[in-house]
């Protein structure tokens, strides 16, 4: 299988000509939060505007899923962003297919998969995609699963 990587706004805007050349797309957020949001994430002057969960970033993973569906190929996700169990029933509830993470991310995430119902991932992220700031985003996710990833930080410390 031949993949795409979508982590500039260009390839985001056309994902729909890419999907027809690709066997699956995969999202660098790292990159694609970096140039969407026109933030160098390693200028310490600037660095605090790298947001994640920033409307206009849900918004190209959105699209980019949304397509990938029109074409019945499957999207993942690599970078940070997959790695917070806090935006997990955000990213399945955008329809992301897989997730790729550092080893010792991967406990919390399958935690937070395994406690979440994806219909009710589903009805926040229509909710989260209304919203107009990434600390309202923040608040409605710690909101909903502050607790998920509070009593797992507790367990791994008991």
């Known amino acids: 299988p031949v993949g795409i990587m979508i982590e500039v706004p260009a390839a985001v805007i056309m994902a729909d000509l890419l999907a027809k050349e690709a066997d699956f797309f995969s999202i660098g957020t790292n990159d694609l939060i970096q140039y969407g949001l026109a933030i160098?994430?390693?200028?310490?002057?600037v660095a605090h505007m790298y947001q994640p969960l920033d409307p206009a970033v849900i918004?190209?993973?959105k699209h980019t899923a949304d397509?990938?569906?029109?074409?019945?190929?499957?999207?993942h996700m690599?970078?940070?962003m997959a790695s917070r169990p806090l935006h997990t029933p955000l990213l399945l509830g955008l329809g992301l297919d897989e997730l790729s993470m550092h080893p010792q991310s991967i406990p919390p995430v399958k935690r937070m998969i395994r406690s979440i119902?994806?219909?009710?991932?589903?009805?926040?992220?229509k909710k989260i995609l209304g919203l107009r700031?990434?600390?309202e985003v923040f608040e409605v996710l710690r909101d909903a699963?502050?607790?998920l990833v509070d009593n797992h930080?507790?367990?791994m410390n008991a």
């Open 40 to 45: 160098d994430r390693g200028n310490k002057q």
């Open 59 to 61: 918004r190209m993973i």
């Open 67 to 75: 397509v990938a569906r029109a074409h019945r190929i499957p999207v």
């Open 78 to 80: 690599c970078g940070e």
């Open 117 to 125: 119902s994806l219909t009710e991932s589903r009805r926040l992220t």
């Open 133 to 135: 700031t990434a600390r």
């Open 145 to 147: 699963y502050g607790d």
């Open 153 to 155: 930080r507790r367990d």
